[in-house]
């Protein structure tokens, strides 16, 4: 696949002593998964990351099928059972249908990326990823030509997800993006971190990723994706239009209408760890800019 994305830094040179898994038991990980394939070379953007402990990445999360607290994806989405698994691919591609994850994962390459992850709550973390690139997937229900953007849709089972018995949002999660993000090289499904296979409060067995949007756009534990020639409600968007448009691009320079966008606090080194600058398209500048070339990013947050 020739649009794969490439740079200098290799798994052992971010991975914290703490969290180090050697290459046999990543492998091994994946396996348990039915994968069949990692790439050699861990993957990310062409800057130095220091990665977010494992501990931190699956204890302070944002998933609201199971509360609205941080810790509550950790403390409930044990309950969560996630074989087996399918994707609704439906819409306007060719081959719609129920796909088995497992299937998917057996055509698959997976990878290591490691992103930056920024929340619109302005904490961000830095996560080595495991996981394909969606535009493989949208390759193989082959999408018509005359389709504009891709729907994702959460799965809906309040007997297991005890968020969805409460009005914090519509349920299920939805979330859009347009066909030229979702094609982008830099867009993942992600299907694991640190090389074991996704925790569940991170969005088990498979979630989006998308590293130069703001949190919420990576819907997690997803059951269908939709192709559509109509931009696709969001949740968040559907919540509170004034505060969360479709787009969601991380954007220094547009604050969301209650706090700054300006800085954010990188989560594992306590609540008055340094705050750092946020970067333009979350530091994807060079990868993403052209895809918004001549919009207005004010008016299409
Ligand atoms: N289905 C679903 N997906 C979701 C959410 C959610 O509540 N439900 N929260 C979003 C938000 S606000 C964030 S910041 C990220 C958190 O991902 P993480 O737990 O891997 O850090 O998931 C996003 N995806
Ligand atoms: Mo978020």
Redesign the pocket.
Known sequence: MAHRWTNDLTHDDVTPKSAYMNRRQIVAGMAGLGLATIAPKAQAAAETLDPTPFDV??Q???????GTRKED?ARYAGSLTTKPWSIKIDGMVDNPGDYALSDILSKMTIEERIYR?????A?S?V?PWNGFELKDLLDLAGVQSGAKYVAFE??YRPEEMP?QRQP??EW??V?GLRLDEANHPLTLMATG?YGKPMPN???API???VPWK?????????VRITLTDKEPPT??NKSIPSEYGFYSNVNPKVDHPRWSQASERPIGGGFFAKRIPTLMFNGYEKEVAGLYEGMDLRKNY
């Not at 302070?60 to 199971?66: A, G, L, Q, T």
């Not at 703001?214 to 997803?222: E, P």
């Open positions: 990445i699956t302070y999360n944002n998933f609201y099928e199971f994806p992850f920024r929340c619109v709550e904490w973390m996560v959460t799965l968020g914090f949002l299920p999660y979330e971190i409060q991170n969005g979630r989006l990723v703001y949190g919420f756009k990576s819907i997690k534990s997803i949740s968040w």
